[in-house]
C-alpha cells in the first residue's frame, strides 16, 4: 500500500468531514491481526519472556518494513527534513513496548491492557485536538468510551490483576507512547512521507533501541524451530503487515480514530484465548466483546476529518 504522488493530494481533495469504510476495515484488520499475538505466543514458545519476545518482535517487523520500502523503490534520502521527528516517534515505540510489558509484570496482563489500550485513544483525541485544533466529534467519543467499557469487561474476566501503582503508570505511559507515535506518524505522512517509510524508519530505529531487552529473561527459544516460526509471524505480521496497513489508515483516517479501531485487539485475543487456548472469558467476557463490537462499528462509521494535506508548500514549513 505505497503512496503515491497522485495518493497525497487525492483524499483531501474535499472539504469537511466525510467516511471512509475502507480505511476503518484495514485498520480494523490490523487490529485483529495484533490480537493474534498471544494465542501464538502461547501456542508457538510459552517459554518466551515477554520483553525478549516484544524486541524480537520489533527486531524482524522494522526489518520488515525496511524491506518493503526497498522493494517499492524508497530511498533514505525522502527521510530528509523528518529525521528528528522520527526519532521522536522511534522513542514513543520503544517507550510503549518497554512501559507496556513492565505494567504486564508489575500489575498483570489485564489490568496493563486495559489502562494502555483503554488510555491510548484518549491521549490521542487530546493531542489531535490541541495539536490539530479539530474537536473529537461525539460519535468517536461515544465509540471509544463504549469500547473501552467492552475491553474493561473482557479482562475482568480474566484472572485477577494486581493493582500496582508503578504498573498503572507505566501502563498509561504506554498508552501515551502509542498516541504519540501515531501522531507523529501521522504528521509526517501529512508533510508528503510515504506511509511504509514512515512506519519503517520509526519501528527499525525502536528495534535499536530496544535491543538490550534480548538480553532479559529466556531466549532459548529462538533456537527451536516454532521459536523462529514465532518470531517471523510475530515480526511480519503482527509489526510488518499490521502497521503497514495502521500507516495506510493514518493517511485517511485522524489518529484517534485509527487508534480506537485498533481496540479489535483484545476482542481478537479474548476470542482467540477461547477457540483456541480453551480459555473461555466468560459470559462477563463474551458481553464485553459484543460491547466493543458496537462501539467499533460506531467509530467505524463516524466522520473524519482527511488527514493528507492538498499543499504541497507545507511540506518545508512544517518540518524539522
Request: glycine share 12%; proline share 4%.
Amino acid at each position: 500500500m505505497s503512496d503515491t504522488p497522485h495518493d497525497a493530494v487525492g483524499p483531501a481533495a474535499s472539504a469537511g468531514t466525510t467516511t471512509n469504510p475502507v480505511a476503518a476495515g484495514v485498520v480494523l484488520f490490523a487490529g485483529i491481526l495484533c490480537g493474534t499475538t498471544g494465542a501464538a505466543l502461547a501456542r508457538l514458545a510459552p517459554s518466551a519472556s515477554p520483553l525478549s519476545a516484544g524486541a524480537v518482535r520489533l527486531l524482524v517487523g522494522g526489518l520488515t518494513l525496511s524491506a518493503v520500502t526497498v522493494a517499492t523503490g524508497h530511498k533514505l534520502s525522502e527521510l530528509r527534513g523528518h529525521r528528528r521527528w522520527l526519532a521522536a516517534g522511534a522513542v514513543a515505540v520503544a517507550l510503549y513496548q518497554l512501559c507496556f510489558f513492565t505494567g504486564t509484570t508489575r500489575t498483570g496482563v489485564a489490568l496493563a491492557t486495559v489502562v494502555a489500550l483503554g488510555s491510548a485513544p484518549v491521549f490521542s483525541g487530546l493531542l489531535h485536538w490541541f495539536i490539530d485544533h479539530q474537536r473529537p466529534t461525539g460519535r468517536w467519543a461515544v465509540g471509544t468510551l463504549l469500547a473501552m467499557v467492552g475491553v474493561a469487561l473482557i479482562t475482568s474476566s480474566q484472572p485477577s490483576a494486581r493493582t500496582d501503582i508503578v504498573g498503572v503508570c507505566a501502563a498509561l505511559t504506554a498508552g501515551l507512547g502509542w498516541a504519540i507515535y501515531a501522531m507523529i506518524g501521522q504528521q509526517r505522512i501529512r508533510q508528503g512521507l510515504d506511509s511504509t517509510v514512515c512506519m519503517a524508519s520509526m519501528f527499525t530505529a525502536a528495534a535499536a533501541l530496544s535491543a538490550p531487552l534480548l538480553g532479559v529473561g529466556n531466549t532459548g527459544w529462538l533456537t527451536t524451530g516454532s521459536g523462529i516460526a514465532l518470531a517471523l509471524y510475530l515480526g511480519v505480521v503482527t509489526v510488518g503487515i499490521v502497521y503497514t496497513f495502521i500507516g495506510w489508515g493514518l493517511q485517511r483516517l485522524a489518529a484517534p480514530t485509527v487508534l480506537t479501531l485498533t481496540l479489535a485487539e483484545p476482542m481478537t485475543a479474548s476470542i482467540l484465548a477461547a477457540l483456541v487456548l480453551n480459555q473461555a472469558p466468560g459470559a462477563v467476557g463474551w458481553i464485553g466483546t459484543v460491547v466493543v463490537l458496537v462501539a467499533l462499528l460506531i467509530t467505524a462509521t463516524a466522520r473524519t476529518t482527511p488527514t493528507l494535506t492538498t499543499d504541497r508548500t507545507r511540506d518545508t514549513n512544517c518540518r524539522d
